[in-house]
Every structure is written in structure tokens, then in C-alpha cells.
């Protein structure tokens, strides 16, 4: 067997010992005689997967008692249009728009209500967060949104804007646990796991208890209302058993390293590896601003999109895989999530000097 170092944006790299876990487990599960995915949801089994999971979530983020944890289906990008539906009872949200996963839920709001661009960085292919100390709420707004972590672009926020008493509700999809955050300053955080936590086909909200209610707007489907999952523990129908168990396998795993002050200093330190290179280096350029830069997704470029392609197949011979860029930024982009190990990174950079000396 042969893992490579996986750099892909999402379904993403899982921590080793989560897998072997669940390879451990996979045909019969703590003595039930069957897999997870064999289960039923409504067993004793799964209701203890699923307590733990949010129990460890819960421990490692410091959730206040007065959030709550929901296991949505339909990814991040279904959560576009049921936060609107769940929110926008007066009509009016602001979004700031800093790449294309805001715009597409800025897109989606519209359907659904006045929704104000509040700030976009458009302008600059999106290279960059928009200057937080110029965002005027609106009075009237039910809620503000951002996108935290920007996958494509690799910018994150490194400052909140000041919201007021409006709630701000943020997709952290790809920052998902990559370090502590003050779960208070949010009315919603979620995001789809697939990025940073685990497989694809769940999605966590974590609301604040005032923005559940049956108020929501008239044509929302009973399963995109909060207050359908709220009222029935994430279990209004079978949720996505397989994805909760292995998220919650990671959530172990977190709390085994550290929790996320750990996990936010062994980020911080992967990160500097690649920028501290990309910084010196005369071929390869970041293509974020260093300011707004992400610690989960580093786009960069060498200028000439052959080279590009040259490094992207000569590091895939060398066990460095997924590493090509996004379309929309061209180049390559490497996503440093939690569970890629500091090798992984160094393994990288490396291969880039060597490519840098071989092709100067
Ligand atoms: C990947 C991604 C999404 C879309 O996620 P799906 O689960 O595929 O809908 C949304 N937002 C961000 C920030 C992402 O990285």
C-alpha cells in the first residue's frame, strides 16, 4: 500500500488513523456484529455515534449551550438557500462577497428577498478579503454573510465585520476546526464537511437557538427548516450515518492532538513553510494577498500555464497529487488541512525547489 500526500480542495485528506479506525471497525462495529452503514439510524448503536459527535464537537469549539448542533444533508450549497428561507423573514441580508462560494449564496438569496452586496472583491479576481472597517450594515438586514475561508482563492478573514445586533452567519466549509473561534460572535456557522472534517454528504449548522423557529418563509421544504432537524435530534429522516461516524472519528482524533489551539499552531507553522517559500522564490508566486491569506488553501502560479502543467505532472510522480488549481485562478493550489501532515508540506516545497532549480 501506497498513500500519497493528497493536496485536493474537497473530498479531501482524512487523518490515518481515523481510516484505519474505521477499517478496523468496518465489518463489525463494537461488537453489533455489522458495519455503521448496515445499522439503523434509530438504533443504540448510532445514537451513541451520534451523541459522541456532538458531544466532541461541542467540546473542541467551546459551543455555548444556547447553539445548536444540526447533521444536515445536501453539502454546504443547499444551506445557500436554506439560510434565506430560515432567515430572511423581513426580507433584507447583507453579503459581502469575496469569491465565488459567497457569490453563489449571494445568488441564491436573491431568490428569496432583497439581498445588499455589501462589499465585493470582484474587482481583483478575488485576491483579497474587502476592508472590514468600511462595511455598513443595513438597519433592516435579518442577517449578514460570509464566506470565512474562500476554497478557490485561498483568503481567509482574519477580522470579523462588526455586525451589531445583526447575526452573522458564515460558511466556513474549508476552516472548518483549523483553529479556536469565538463561537459567540456568530448567529450561524456551518459549512460541508467534505473540505476538513470528513466524507462528503454532510453538512453541520451551528445556530443559535433564537434564529430557529417555525417562522420561516412560506415556501420552505419541511427539510430545510432548522426547526425540523432541531425538534428531531438531526433524525427528522435516516441522516447520512456513514459521514456522522467518521466525522465523529476525526472529532476524536482532534481532541487526541491537542483540540484546536494545537491544531491552529501546527496550521499556522504548515502554512509558513509554503508562503516562507513562495516568498523567496523567483518562479513561484502566491496569488493571494499576504494579508488575507488562508492557512487551508494556497493558490499559486508560475506566470507561464505550460510550467504549470510541467510541475503538476512531475509532482504527481512524486507523490504530491491533487495539486492543480482551481480554473478560475489557473496554476496550482494546495489545500493544507488538518489531517495533512507536516511532511506532506515539506515533501512539497522540496519538490518546488527542485523544479524551481531544474527549470530557472
Ligand atoms: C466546497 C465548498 C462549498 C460547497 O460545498 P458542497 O458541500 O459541495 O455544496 C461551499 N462553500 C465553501 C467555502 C466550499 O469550500
Redesign the pocket.
Known amino acids: 500500500m501506497t498513500r500519497v500526500y493528497n493536496f485536493s480542495?474537497?473530498p479531501a485528506v482524512l487523518p490515518e488513523p481515523v481510516l484505519q479506525q474505521a477499517a478496523a471497525e468496518m465489518l463489525d462495529y463494537k461488537g453489533t456484529g455489522m458495519s455503521v452503514m448496515e445499522m439503523s439510524h434509530r438504533s443504540k448503536a448510532f445514537q451513541g455515534i451520534l451523541d459522541a459527535a456532538e458531544a466532541d464537537l461541542r467540546d473542541l469549539m467551546g459551543i455555548p449551550a444556547n447553539y445548536k448542533v444540526l447533521f444536515l444533508q445536501?453539502?454546504?450549497?443547499?444551506?445557500?438557500a436554506a439560510i434565506p428561507m430560515n432567515l430572511m423573514g423581513g426580507g433584507v441580508a447583507d453579503y459581502i462577497v469575496s469569491?465565488s462560494?459567497?457569490k453563489?449564496?449571494f445568488k441564491e438569496a436573491q431568490r428569496y428577498g432583497r439581498a445588499n452586496c455589501l462589499a465585493s472583491s470582484e474587482d481583483g479576481n478575488f485576491s483579497y478579503v474587502p476592508a472590514m472597517d468600511s462595511i455598513k450594515v443595513s438597519s433592516d438586514a435579518d442577517y449578514v454573510y460570509i464566506?470565512?475561508?474562500?476554497?478557490?482563492y485561498g483568503t481567509l478573514y482574519h477580522q470579523l465585520p462588526e455586525t451589531g445586533t445583526v447575526p452573522l452567519v458564515a460558511?466556513?466549509?474549508?476552516c472548518f476546526l483549523s483553529e479556536p473561534i469565538d463561537v459567540a460572535r456568530y448567529g450561524v456557522i456551518y459549512?460541508?464537511?467534505?473540505?476538513n472534517v470528513g466524507p462528503?454528504g454532510l453538512?453541520i449548522a451551528i445556530v443559535r437557538d433564537d434564529l430557529i423557529s417555525d417562522e420561516v418563509l412560506e415556501c420552505t421544504p419541511t427539510m430545510l427548516k432548522w426547526k425540523t432537524a432541531a425538534d428531531n435530534g438531526s433524525m427528522y429522516n435516516t441522516p447520512p450515518c456513514w459521514a456522522i461516524y467518521i466525522s465523529g472519528l476525526v472529532f476524536q482524533w482532534l481532541k487526541d492532538q491537542g483540540g484546536l489551539t494545537a491544531m491552529a499552531e501546527r496550521n499556522r507553522r504548515k502554512a509558513a513553510v509554503l508562503y516562507d517559500f513562495l516568498d523567496q522564490s523567483q518562479l513561484f508566486e502566491g496569488t493571494a494577498r499576504k494579508e488575507d491569506r488562508s492557512l487551508m488553501n494556497v493558490p499559486f502560479i508560475t506566470g507561464d500555464a505550460d510550467l504549470d502543467a510541467k510541475f503538476i505532472a512531475e509532482a504527481a510522480d512524486h507523490g504530491i497529487q491533487n495539486i492543480k488549481g482551481h480554473r478560475s485562478v489557473g496554476g496550482m493550489r494546495a489545500s493544507i488541512y488538518n489531517a495533512m501532515p507536516e511532511e506532506g508540506v515539506k515533501a512539497l516545497v522540496d519538490f518546488m525547489a527542485a523544479f524551481e532549480k531544474e527549470n530557472a
Open positions: 480542495a474537497g445536501g453539502g454546504a450549497s443547499t444551506q445557500f469569491g462560494w459567497s453563489k449564496a464566506c470565512q475561508n474562500e476554497t478557490i460558511d466556513v466549509s474549508s459549512g460541508g464537511v467534505q473540505k462528503a453538512a
